[in-house]
């Protein structure tokens, strides 16, 4: 079965740090670029960044950029989102997707707050 699970999510302070991650199962993972999204209430899903098949070629949104750092493990499937320097803005559901095959996992809630 192809699959992502995400999980790391949690209710942190603003100014903290949080790593989400996500493992793959049913595809080769070395293959694709991985992406993180993010979906905020009431708005609409925001890319946050993308790794390649690598990990040599990362890109991130400007929201994230200097803060967030993603990595990316092919000998144990996972692709990681380090965030630090956390504010209420980034709360959000955060998504982890695969290209090729196009898989999404199911989301992990990350709330900034104090």
């Known amino acids: 079965q192809v699959q992502l699970v995400a999980s790391g999510g949690e209710l942190v302070q603003p100014g903290g740090s949080l790593r989400l991650s996500c493992v793959a199962s049913g595809f080769t993972f070395s293959n694709p670029v991985m992406l993180w999204y993010r979906q905020a209430p009431g708005q609409e899903g925001g890319w946050v960044g993308s790794i390649g098949a690598d990990g040599d070629l990362a890109n991130y949104a400007d929201s994230v950029k200097g803060r967030f750092t993603m990595s990316r493990d092919n000998g144990k499937n996972s692709f990681d989102l380090q965030m630090n320097n956390l504010k209420p803005e980034d709360t959000a559901v955060y998504f982890c997707?695969?290209?090729?095959?196009?898989?999404w996992g199911q989301g992990t809630q990350v709330t900034i707050s104090s």
């Open positions: 997707r695969a290209l090729s095959p196009d898989v």
